[in-house]
Structures are given as C-alpha cells and as structure tokens.
C-alpha cells in the first residue's frame, strides 16, 4: 500500500526533525499520549502480523536498563547502526507505528523509562504539536508514517558502517 505525503506533512515533519532528538521523543511521547486511542487501532488493523513484530521488538527493549531504552530511543532517531536500530528499520512503517505507541504505552505502565513529570515542550515543539492537532485524522496516520519511516538503520540501503558498534 502506497502512501502519499502533502506538502503540509512533508514541512512538519522537517519541523519535527529540526527539533534536538529529546524534543523529538517527548514530542512523540506527547502525541501518543493525546492521540494513541484513535492512532493505535489504525496502526495493528493494517497488518496482521504486525502486533508480534512490534511486540518482539517492545520485549527487547524492555529487558534493556532505563538508560539503554533512552539511548535506544535516541539511536532510532539519529539512525545509529545498532543490531536493535537495524531491526527496527526492517519493519514496515505500520509497524514501527505500533512499536513507538508500546514505547508509550512502556513509559506509563514503568517497563520502559518514563517521562519525567516535570517535562515541559519547547515552543518549537509545543507549537508543531499545536499544528498536529488541528490535522485530520488521515492526515496525522500520514504525518505519523513519514516521521516514523526514516527512522532506524535500513540495513538494506544503508553503506555506513558504525565504527562504535561494527555493524
């Protein structure tokens, strides 16, 4: 299944990766907390096997100390080749959609490191998190893929080797 990306989506997700990697996670954290029911149907609906997948990936990371979980969300992000990073970028991006909702899903329930309580957005972050809402839902699943989607270490097309990790 194809999807398209706006010119809407395709700036705010340039917004959402102008913000330092921490912003990028609390503003995702923040998202999935506000919008996670109506994301999160969408996301395993579409595959079948998905929800195993994600899943599989979720208990990896669970297992991992709280400092390795931040630096796991951290290296998805920054696309640092790791075995977990690689994994994930194998995934589809409806997967990787349900992998990050059980990341917060992680956050609230304590298996995964938490956001601190004090947490506050920046205003770069608070004002695209303004923009997301406004978004229709089709829209936000869209956004959602194109953030997700580049994320990770596609092992596929992927040249550079990490000389911290080997891979």
Same mark, same amino acid.
């Given at each position: 299944m194809a999807y398209t990306t706006s010119n809407a989506s395709s700036e705010l997700v340039t917004a959402f990766q102008s913000l330092d990697v921490?912003?990028?996670?609390?503003?995702?954290?923040?998202?999935?907390?506000?919008?996670?029911?109506?994301?999160?149907?969408a996301a395993p609906?579409? $595959?079948t096997v998905s929800p195993t997948i994600a899943e599989g990936l979720f208990n990896q990371?669970?297992?991992?100390s709280q400092e390795e979980q931040l630096q796991l969300q951290r290296d998805l992000i920054t696309n640092k080749n790791t075995l977990i990073t690689r994994e994930y970028g194998a995934l589809s991006d409806t997967t990787k959609l349900l992998f990050w909702y059980l990341l917060a899903q992680g956050m609230d329930n304590g298996t995964v490191i938490p956001m601190p309580a004090d947490y506050k957005l920046s205003g770069a972050a608070e004002q695209l998190f303004t923009q997301i809402r406004g978004l229709e839902f089709d829209q936000q699943i869209t956004l959602f893929r194109n953030i997700v989607s580049p994320m990770?270490?596609?092992?596929?097309?992927?040249?550079?080797?990490? $000389? $911290?990790?080997?891979?």
């Open positions: 921490d912003q990028q996670l609390a503003l995702f954290y923040f998202i999935y907390k506000e919008m996670g029911n109506s994301v999160t149907p609906g579409a $595959s990371v669970k297992e991992l990770g270490v596609d092992s596929t097309t992927s040249a550079v080797q990490d $000389s $911290s990790t080997g891979l």
